[in-house]
T-cell receptor
Framework: EAGVVQSPRYKIIEKKQPVAFWCNPI?????LYWYRQNLGQGPELLIR????????DSQLPKDRFSAERLKGVDSTLKIQPAELGDSAVYLC?????????????FGPGTRLTVL | QKEVEQNSGPLSVPEGAIASLNCTYS??????FFWYRQYSGKSPELIMS????GDKEDGRFTAQLNKASQYVSLLIRDSQPSDSATYLC????????????FGTGTQLKVEL
């Protein structure tokens, strides 16, 4: 079974430029998460989707970040404009809400460097 | 006070020894607990989940949960150099849907 797929794996941009990250969750997983992980820290949730619906976006900086999950499968996270402090690893995870395990599985992440 | 606390380490153990990793959490009604392993430059990998008080064993790994003390631990028996990584503790809160709160991780070094 294929895992969570993310692209690109690495991205280097200058500040004020836009950037987008793409995620394809594990087949059949209806819940998708975007996390941000700074160096030396644990992942922090940005947004959680149940199918197409964003059910928790309280930690998403909405002035510059946006996300979508069309058709309840793939998702895109966008930053516009990027700031120096946005340099981090952006992780996508997925889980299946139909079980009681609540186990989340992570993709390889996108390492963003903002110059 | 952080919601999930871990000693950042590094925790150094000799090869073949038992590594003990600890995690405390502040939300008394937390329900589910997870241990992730993260190699340098890689993403977190789920290695254990535990939901009830007591021990749960999977191969060389044992997770221990004590909800009264708000404490969860991970034991790694017969530690190998390949176990050298950062171990992240994650907690799911009641009412938080599937939101996980992560600790900052403990770096484990297994020495030859």
């Amino acid at each position: 079974e294929a895992g969570v797929v993310q692209s690109p794996r690495y991205k280097i941009i200058e500040k004020k430029q836009p950037v987008a990250f793409w995620c394809n969750p594990i087949s059949g997983h209806n819940t998708l998460y975007w996390y941000r992980q700074n160096l030396g820290q644990g992942p922090e949730l940005l947004i959680r989707y149940e199918n197409e619906e964003a059910v928790d976006d309280s930690q998403l900086p909405k002035d510059r970040f946006s996300a979508e999950r069309l058709k309840g499968v793939d998702s895109t996270l966008k930053i516009q404009p990027a700031e120096l402090g946005d340099s981090a690893v952006y992780l996508c995870a997925s889980s299946f809400a139909g079980t009681s395990s609540y186990e989340q599985f992570f993709g390889p992440g996108t390492r963003l460097t903002v110059l | 006070q952080k919601e999930v606390e871990q000693n950042s380490g590094p925790l150094s153990v000799p090869e073949g020894a038992i590594a003990s990793l600890n995690c405390t959490y502040s939300d008394r009604v937390s329900q589910s607990f997870f241990w992730y392993r993260q190699y340098s430059g890689k993403s977190p990998e789920l290695i254990m989940s535990i939901y009830s008080n007591g021990d749960k064993e999977d191969g060389r790994f044992t997770a221990q949960l004590n909800k009264a003390s708000q404490y969860v631990s991970l034991l790694i028996r017969d530690s190998q150099p390949s176990d050298s990584a950062t171990y992240l503790c994650a907690v799911r809160h009641t009412g938080g849907g599937n939101k996980l709160t992560f600790g900052t991780g403990t770096q484990l070094k297994v020495e030859l």
